[in-house]
């Protein structure tokens, strides 16, 4: 078994791109509602809720956390990935894509 994800990830498609969020773990593009910085304590208190309401997904890996993903199922997944980091990447796929959102489809990046 190789360390290659071509075999995990679906055919490229406008509905099915994927976003890696660190450490072998993806997210649908689609279902992504804002990528928040973790360090305030707002964020600290949406995490608290999410884990007492099985809302939340840690993606992690024992890492240190940095980011929060909100998604459009009101999951909470936390990223050991720096939130520019994620936009970056998440821009890099649009444009290698040649897609282009539309105004009600731009995400949230918060830092």
Not at 22 to 37: P, Q
Not at 53 to 76: C, F, P, W
Request: hydrophobic share 35%; net charge positive; glycine share 6%.
């Amino acid at each position: 078994m190789s360390n290659n994800y071509q075999g995990i990830l679906p055919e490229e498609s406008h509905s099915e791109r994927m976003l890696n969020i660190g450490h072998g773990s993806f997210i649908k593009v689609d279902r992504i509602l804002g990528i928040f910085e973790a360090g305030s304590l707002p964020m600290r208190r949406w995490r608290d809720k999410a884990l007492e309401e099985n809302r939340l997904v840690d993606a992690t890996k024992g890492r240190k956390l940095k980011s929060l993903i909100l998604t459009d199922s009101n999951h909470v997944i936390l990223s050991s990935v720096v939130p520019q980091t994620l936009n970056d990447r998440l821009c890099e796929r649009r444009s290698s894509t040649g897609a282009s959102l539309r105004p009600q489809e731009e995400r949230l990046f918060v830092s």
